[in-house]
């Protein structure tokens, strides 16, 4: 059974950081491409970066691009994301999301992920 884990999630001010990790379990980790998505209070659940299966591509949303990283580290069966100079606006729940297909590059909408973490809720005060 495969099982995705995030943690890292907190109370930060604006401008500051937070960084999240997500591993997995239940199957190799290393051919599959990986995602964080997140979903604020009354929204829809939003893609917030990916990266391909061995890590070589990356993709952001553009509310991120600059202040967000995302990595993996196959060893650890782990992803990661990497939050700088957080605002206000990024307050939400952010999931972790693996796909099922091995081998595939970078993935940016929901339906593309099959397996889901329970999320970690990050929240910036102002």
């Known amino acids: 059974q495969v099982q995705l884990v995030e943690s890292g999630g907190g109370l930060v001010q604006a401008g500051g950081s937070l960084g999240l990790s997500c591993v997995v379990s239940g199957r190799t980790f290393s051919n599959y491409a990986m995602g964080w998505f997140r979903q604020a209070p009354g929204k829809e659940r939003e893609f917030v970066a990916a990266?391909?299966?061995?890590?070589?591509?990356?993709y952001y949303a553009d509310s991120v691009k600059g202040r967000f990283t995302i990595s993996r580290d196959n060893a650890k069966n782990t992803v990661f994301l990497q939050m700088n100079s957080l605002k206000p606006e990024d307050t939400a729940v952010y999931y972790c999301a693996a796909d099922s297909v091995p081998l595939r590059e970078v993935l940016s909408t929901r339906h593309e992920y099959y397996y889901w973490g329970q999320g970690t809720q990050v929240t910036v005060s102002s």
């Open positions: 990266l391909n299966w061995n890590g070589a591509s990356t």
